[in-house]
């Protein structure tokens, strides 16, 4: 009899999609369900037992993963499969959903159902590196009772880091992601500013190669703004979505590049670039 635990996967969009497949070739039996059942179509053959409602996959699961597009959506969710999940569950809670939704669900389930172990556990990487288990998971809360979530994130991911009570990773992640959007707006406009002066994109990643500067995530949308493939790895409407969640967390800390930077995206959006990739501020910028 396996070890592994049990495991169901709410959303199956880019990322959930990704952990769903990784899990089944590593032989774990796993649950899906997402609003759109075609999502997971095409894992039936790899073994995904595809629900068609979120309480039918979260019933037999060990460990819920919820991947879900919003805060909104996640709390309706979570609050749908209330009596569904089994005794002593784990919920680990992936998407990017925001500080306050963060902690409504963490109050929410020690009201509601106690005997879960409530996870925070948003990941740092996009499609490509979910696609390749070499995402990191940014987890929080009780570790103690989390020996099933961390084999599922083993199996997902290329480590795993714990930093504190349920809530913290939440906040961590819109941390890393206001560095992430930071970084691409400046990129974005440093290839303006080099292609202004003649040099390509390629010319300006040679220069930083080898160098201080050089950040494994500026060579890879370089090389996304040469190839003018802007495919999204992710939305440039998501990246929004998390810059936002980071200014409405601020509380007094002075953020006037990150707010500069979501009022841009925002014109960027309602002009028609918010399905492509966040990289796609370039094209804009252009425009």
Excluded at 48 to 70: C, K, N, Y
Excluded at 72 to 101: F, P
């Amino acid at each position: 009899m396996s070890q592994q635990p049990t495991v169901a996967v709410l959303g199956l969009g880019a990322m959930g999609h990704a952990f769903a497949a990784n899990l089944l070739k590593k032989g774990f039996t796993v649950y899906g369900w997402n609003r759109t059942r075609a999502r997971g179509e095409d894992l039936l053959q790899s073994g995904l037992r595809l629900a068609d409602t979120p309480e039918q996959a979260v019933e037999s699961a060990d460990v819920v993963i919820a991947m879900l597009s919003d805060g909104e959506t996640t709390e309706h969710t979570l609050h749908q499969v209330k009596e569904a999940l089994k005794q002593g569950a784990t919920v680990a809670q992936m998407g990017t959903i925001g500080v306050e939704k963060t902690d409504a669900l963490i109050a929410w389930f020690a009201e509601q159902r106690a005997d879960v172990v409530f996870i925070d556990a948003p990941v740092s990487g996009t499609k490509a590196p979910a696609e390749n288990a070499q995402i990191l998971v940014m987890a929080s809360g009780d570790q103690t009772r989390a020996q099933g979530a961390e084999t599922v994130f083993a199996a997902i991911g290329k480590g795993t880091q714990w930093l504190g009570e349920a809530g913290k990773s939440s906040r961590m992640k819109l941390v890393v992601n206001s560095w992430l959007i930071g970084l691409m707006q400046s990129l974005a406009e440093s290839t303006r500013l080099a292609e202004t002066f003649g040099f390509t994109p390629d010319d300006l990643w040679q220069v930083l190669d080898g160098g201080p500067l050089a950040a494994p995530y500026a060579k890879v949308k370089l090389a996304t703004i040469a190839s003018g493939d802007f495919t999204p790895q992710m939305h440039l409407l998501w990246a929004l979505k998390d810059a936002k969640l980071a200014l409405d967390a601020k509380g007094d800390a002075k953020l006037p590049a990150l707010e500069h930077i979501a009022e841009l995206w925002q014109q960027a959006v309602d002009a028609g670039y918010g399905e492509q990739d966040l990289a796609s501020v370039y094209q804009y910028l252009k425009a």
